[in-house]
Every structure is written in C-alpha cells, then in structure tokens.
C-alpha cells in the first residue's frame, strides 16, 4: 500500500512546476474560503477590475494613454452603477414589495384552483395529494415570508455594507487598473523564478474566461431585454423583476432556466389561471430559452468552454456549495480554471513520460 501511494507520489508529484501550481492553487482556493467574509470588497474589486481590463486594453489598442483609456472606461462603469443605483434598483425593490404585499391573495388563489383539480381530474388527481401540496406550499411561503422579515431587520447592517462597498470598491477598481502593472511586478517578487506549468495554465484560463465572462454578459443583457419586452407585451405582472431574474439565470447553466420556469409557470398561473393567456406566457418563455440556447448561445459563446453537461452540473453544485451566491455565479470559470489545470498536469506528465523513454 504504502509503494503504490509512493509510486503514485512520485509520478505526480516529484515535478517541481506541479508542485508550484498545487501550491498556488491551494493557496488561492484557501485565501478565498477562510479569508472571503474580510476580503469582500477586495475580491469584488479585482473582479470588476478584470472584467474592465479588456475594455481598456481595447483603448489602449486604438493608441490611447493608458490613464486616458483607464479614465474613459472607469467613467463608463461609474455612470452604469449610477444608472443602477438611481434607477433599475428602486423599480426592482418596488417590484419586490408588490410581490410580497401581493403573496397572501396569490396564495389563497392558488389553493383555490388546486383543491379544484380532484373534481375535474378525479383519475389523475387525489384530494390528499392536493392536501399535502397545498401544506408544503404554504409552509415554504411562511419560511420565505420569516427569512424577508429577518432581511427587513438586518437592513440597516446591510444598508452599511452597501455604504462602504460603494466607496471602496469604484475607489480599488479605479486604482488597480491604474497601477496593473505596477502591482503585478510586485506580486511576482514573491513568486518563484521558473513558473512555466503555472503560467501556460494561467494564460489558457485566462482567454477562456474573459470570452466566457463577455459572452455571458451580452447573453445576460440581450434575454433581459428580449424578456422584459415579451412580458410587458402579454401584460405579466412583476414584468421587470422576473425578466431580470430570466436573464440572471442563463450564469446557472440548466439548473437556473429549470428554477425559472417553474417560477415564471407559478407567477403566470397566479395572474391568469388556466387560460390562454397563461399558455401564451409560457410558450413565450419557451420559445425565448429555445432562442437562446440554439442561436445566442452558441453565437457568443462559440468555442470558449468545451465542458460536459454532468461537469457544470457538477461544477455548479459543488462550487456553489462551498461559496455560495458567488459561487454559483463563477461556477463555469472555476470549473475552467480546473480543467486547464487537468489538461495542462496531464500533459506536463505524458512529456515528462516522453523524455525519460
């Protein structure tokens, strides 16, 4: 037992670029899950800063000063949150506080409409089923009415939270743009020598991400649009909300579209009932995933993450399980991130295998 494990240790191990890569890759992967809660705003604000990047190496490209093309995007992004802050936010917390004021009505009309379901469909549908649905149904309104409660509560917290995040993050971003390179020459003065494995993996994760990233963007922002228009179009309550959260879904691959349709299929239900009206809804929300997963999706996302099915379901359960929120919303860029370490240890290892033959 013990040879086999030594054998194994030293086929994987007794490279020297591998062992720099596991240590870099534990390193970062245990900062962000002891340290996350502190670091926040630090993390937020690379990530932002990353995703800007591009813009600015765009700028730069067309022989704009870096400071001047940093200046440009930063300005953009500044007036985006704005745009946010003083618009898109207040009309989705009024939403919010019309679905909650309206819950208790919903809830009375749905359980009107599935105690009626025996009698129309007395081969298909008991009373008893109908009974404990109805039980679930309410206890899972109840819970999620306690858990807003406790959110009203805490809102002065968050409400500081949201304070500071929004002085220091514009504040980091704008900073660690600036000075790029200055920081990451110092980074690198604490980082060995010879990094090639670590490198090649960075710089193919890199490309895939940033493409991921910017097409899950446009893909984020066109399903919003599209969804907002159909729903305003067939009347749809919470039209704005629920469009938002269509669009936020296509980050959770499968998974999210799944969760949404079952709520845009509640929601619809609630306001129409069983009517044409609410076929059309969901005919629409239909035909918008089928418009996206066999045109927009592959259009932007052509070629940039190459994962099995099973592997971001995985991705998004396992990341999602250790960080969460966040977790869910990088799942497909952590997932990534692992398979370029995967296809570069397996590749470094068969050289390695090569040369000694």
């Known amino acids: ?199 090649s993996v960075w710089l193919e994760a890199n490309d895939q991400v940033t493409n991921y990233i910017r097409g899950k963007g446009w893909e984020l922002l066109i399903i919003w649009g599209i969804s907002y228009a159909v729903f305003r179009l067939l009347n749809l309550q919470f039209s704005l909300l629920i469009s938002l959260f269509v669009g936020l879904s296509v980050i959770i691959p499968y998974i999210g579209v799944t969760v949404m349709g079952f709520v845009m299929a509640l929601i619809a239900f609630i306001q129409f009932g069983w009517s044409s009206e609410f076929a059309w809804a969901m005919v629409a929300y239909a035909v918008i995933q089928i418009l996206d997963g066999n045109v927009l999706a592959p259009l932007l996302l052509s070629g940039v993450v190459n994962l099995h099915p099973v592997a971001i379901v995985v991705a998004v359960l396992l990341f999602g399980g250790l960080w969460g929120l966040w977790g869910l919303f990088f799942a497909i860029p952590l997932a990534t991130l692992a398979n370029a370490v995967i296809k570069a240890w397996f590749a470094r290892l068969e050289h390695r295998s090569d040369d000694t033959i």
């Open 1 to 199: 037992m013990f040879e086999l494990f030594k054998q194994w240790k030293d086929r994987h191990f007794s490279d020297p670029q591998r062992v720099i890569l596991g240590f870099m890759l534990l390193a970062g992967a245990g900062l962000i899950y002891f340290l996350g809660g502190l670091l926040t705003p630090v993390f937020i604000s690379i990530i932002i800063a990353y995703l800007l990047d591009g813009m600015v190496g765009l700028l730069q490209r067309s022989h704009l000063p870096r400071i001047a093309a940093v200046s440009i995007v930063f300005a953009v992004f500044m007036l985006s949150m704005v745009v946010m802050l003083l618009w898109l936010m207040p009309l989705t917390v009024k939403q919010i506080s019309q679905l909650v004021q309206q819950l208790p009505g919903m809830l009375y009309m749905v359980n009107h409409q599935l105690l009626q379901l025996p009698t129309r469909y007395p081969d298909l549908i008991s009373e008893s089923q109908v009974q404990e649905f109805i039980s679930f149904l309410n206890t899972g309104i109840s819970t999620l009415g306690r858990q807003v409660l406790t959110l009203s509560l805490a809102s002065v917290v968050g409400l500081m939270h949201l304070v500071v995040y929004l002085v220091l993050v514009p504040f980091m971003v704008f900073f660690l743009l600036k000075d790029k390179r200055m920081i990451l020459a110092w980074g690198k003065r604490f980082l060995p020598d010879n990094m090639d494995l670590t490198e």
